[in-house]
């Protein structure tokens, strides 16, 4: 079984962001691999270890998101493929799966792994996308992945609960996190990531025109926020006074 | 007059919550026309008419309700091509995200997802979507024809204007491939109490809780109070309660008028769902969470004590 996951690099959650003249997320802050990828990766690993077969690992970025391409390698993965364009930068969703798409189709995988959404930029939208363009049924939003010979059964996680849906392969996957603890790199598999392929393939090799973007940027202003209220140090019984006082005020009591 | 459609998701048989707020935006945007693929979907078009939809393209074909995404994509894509709508609202939800997500791709005009509002300038449409998890937020003009924007749920107010729909029974165009992502079985999890989304009040617990034994405190709590119970983002991801208790930005969007945030820091992640809330308590040991700094009222100190004493005083007050 042949499997792909894609992964991406995202600004540093925990680090000071800001923007680029022309509005898009600045990239030469710290970056991280996308906490979410992490478990994408995981669970490729998992189904490659039980099933057998191949894990490339897949990204889209700067020359730098190598990285994190190096670091799905040293957890195991076999091979790794980076697609990276100074065009890129910036790219809106649909732009980034049709590079993905371009990238993965000649590989055909039997299951394309991805996150369910990315920690920046929290859109949902290049997995549909890539599905499509890659003409794959999706099973999205999983939180349990089971594979039977061609079959791949999820539980798909709903609003309200989650329902069991099949498909045959090859399929794309999305994943939820917490679906697998994603594990650490052994020193012995950060050595073996330095020997393995990593390609690189920029717009052109893929025969990718860029196209219209979906949208401009008109501007970026900082969302309302609400002002501080009281703020009181509960000594055993002010707390609860206080809660109950706004409550009462509320109507809620 | 444009010619605003809205993909009404259909819910046991009904016009589900957001295709209603969906209606109300597309009202103010110009001429609205839904379209609602499933099993009572000519049921659901009155409720629709009601919200101001002047037309509903129905069909009712249960391939709808079984197949993920697939099939709406298929008959939205020929719709779309023989009606051409300047704009294509969907909501922000699991499902339609993923029928969005295709049909722009197929259509080749991408779309603007996660938006908190659109409204129309110079003849197009201009999305305003959070930016850096919410601290900041960006207006988008949509460059597609059709324009396709996921607008987040509770972000407009559903209400009725009580006009009666013309209803189009259109044709399921779905491929022969297209049955793929088949749904076998829905489970429900949610709480058999209060939903979060229809909640008047919401109390929300997270790591600051210790553990998933200590959520019964917050359930008790709820109970009194006659309240639903939510959660952060950490403590579903740690396993300790079900996603359908998620609260933020990859949960639910509430916008109750109490909202009780237990041990909740208030990363962006979860404030942007929750910070629409009437009014917003927080019960925290550290005084300088971010979450101190939106709530109308603060309590620094242990929760584990504090609300096991208010669930008292609330049924003390609530028994006489």
């Known amino acids: ?21 022309d509005n898009t997320i600045a990239r030469d802050r710290e970056v991280v691999l996308d906490p979410g990828d992490e478990y994408g990766i995981e ?44 065009q890129l930068s910036g790219a809106d969703a649909l732009l980034t799966a049709r590079a993905l798409a371009a990238a993965i189709k000649p590989e055909s995988p039997d299951v394309v792994i991805c996150a369910t959404e990315s920690y920046d930029g929290s859109t949902g939208m290049v997995p549909p996308m890539l599905a499509e363009l890659l003409d794959l049924p999706q099973l999205t939003t999983a939180k349990q992945v089971e594979v039977s010979g061609s079959k791949v059964t999820i539980h798909r996680q709903t609003e309200d609960g989650y329902q069991v849906v099949e498909a045959e392969t090859p399929v794309l996957v999305t994943v939820t996190a917490g679906i697998a603890e994603p594990r650490y790199a052994s020193l012995k598999g950060i050595m073996a990531a330095r020997a393995k392929e990593v390609k690189q393939l920029g717009l052109a090799d893929l025969g990718i025109d860029k196209g219209e973007p979906a949208e401009t940027v008109l501007a970026v202003n900082d969302a309302e926020t ?28 | ?46 409720d629709l008419g009601k919200h101001g939809a002047k037309v509903v393209y129905v069909n009712e074909d249960p391939a709808f309700a079984e197949y993920i995404a697939e099939p ?92 009666e729909a013309k209803v189009e029974q259109v044709p399921a165009t779905i491929g022969e491939r ?10 429900v999890e949610a709480a058999d109490a209060v939903k979060l989304e229809d909640a008047a009040v919401i109390i929300s617990g997270g790591r600051g809780l210790g553990g998933p ?48 945030a237990v041990g909740i820091s208030g990363a962006m992640q979860h404030t942007v769902g929750m910070k629409a809330s009437k009014v917003i308590i927080a019960i925290n040991k550290d005084a300088e969470a971010p979450i101190m700094k939106m709530a109308d009222l603060g309590v620094v100190g242990d929760a584990l004590k504090i609300v096991p004493k208010l669930t008292e005083a609330v049924k003390a007050k609530k028994g006489k």
């Open chain 1, 1 to 21: 079984m042949k499997i792909v996951v894609t992964v991406k690099q995202v600004p540093d959650p925990n680090a000071a962001q800001g923007l680029e003249a």
């Open chain 1, 226 to 253: 609400r002002k501080a209220g009281e703020v009181v140090e509960d000594d055993g019984t002010v707390g609860v006074e206080k809660i109950m006082a706004v409550l009462q005020a509320a109507k809620v009591i």
């Open chain 1, 43 to 86: 669970e490729g690993l998992l189904l490659k270890e039980a099933h057998g077969g191949e894990v490339v690992r897949w990204s889209r970025g700067p020359e730098r998101a190598r990285d994190a391409i190096r670091k799905g390698l040293s957890m195991g993965a076999d091979r790794g493929i980076l697609v990276t364009d100074e």
């Open chain 2, 213 to 260: 034994e200590n959520f019964p405190l917050l359930e008790a709590l709820a109970g009194a109070l006659g309240a639903a119970v939510g959660a952060s983002r950490a403590v579903v991801d740690a396993g300790w309660v079900p996603y359908s208790m998620q609260v933020g930005q990859t949960g639910k969007t509430v916008r109750p008028g109490v909202y009780i």
């Open chain 2, 72 to 163: 709406a994509a298929d008959t939205l894509e020929a719709l779309v091509k023989q009606h051409s709508p300047d704009l294509i609202l969907f909501g922000f939800t699991t499902d339609a995200r993923e029928v969005a997500g295709r049909l722009a791709a197929r259509l080749g005009t991408g779309l603007i997802s996660n938006s908190l509002d659109i409204n129309a300038k110079d003849g197009g449409f201009v999305a305003r979507v959070p930016y850096f998890g919410g601290a900041k937020v960006a207006d988008y003009k949509a460059n597609g024809k059709p324009a396709i924007v996921l607008l987040r749920p509770k972000s407009v107010e559903a209400s009725e204007v009580g006009g």
């Open chain 2, 178 to 187: 297209s049955k793929r992502a088949h749904i076998l079985e829905r489970k």
């Open chain 2, 1 to 46: 007059m444009a010619r605003i459609w809205v993909y009404a998701e259909l819910n046991e048989g009904k016009a589900a919550p957001i295709a209603l707020e969906l209606l109300a935006k597309a009202r103010d945007l110009g001429d609205a026309e839904a379209v609602a693929l499933g099993p009572g979907a000519a049921g659901a078009a009155a």
